[in-house]
């Protein structure tokens, strides 16, 4: 939930798996800019599964590039065992 003329415009969503995997872009989601709960769900290309995420703002609706987040959850599964 973003705070509505704080939000993010344009953004991705990254991952990795493992301690030394570099991040890689999973997917652009694009929030509307509303003072309520946005769910976006995320199919990765790859169907790996990651254990880091990063979040980047390339652009927000603020003229400063404010962005404020009042609640953010990131709800995954755990992958089964592929042995």
Do not use: W
Not at 73 to 81: C, K, N, R, S, V
């Amino acid at each position: 939930m973003f705070q509505g003329g704080f939000a993010g415009r344009e953004c991705s969503l990254l991952g990795s798996a493992g301690k030394d995997a570099s991040l890689e872009k999973i997917c652009d989601f694009f929030p509307d800019d509303v003072n309520i709960l946005q769910t976006f769900v995320v199919e990765p290309a790859n169907r790996l599964a990651v254990d880091k995420v990063a979040l980047v703002f390339t652009t927000s609706t603020d003229f400063f590039g404010r962005i404020t987040i009042y609640t953010l959850d990131i709800l995954g599964h755990e992958a089964p065992d592929t042995h």
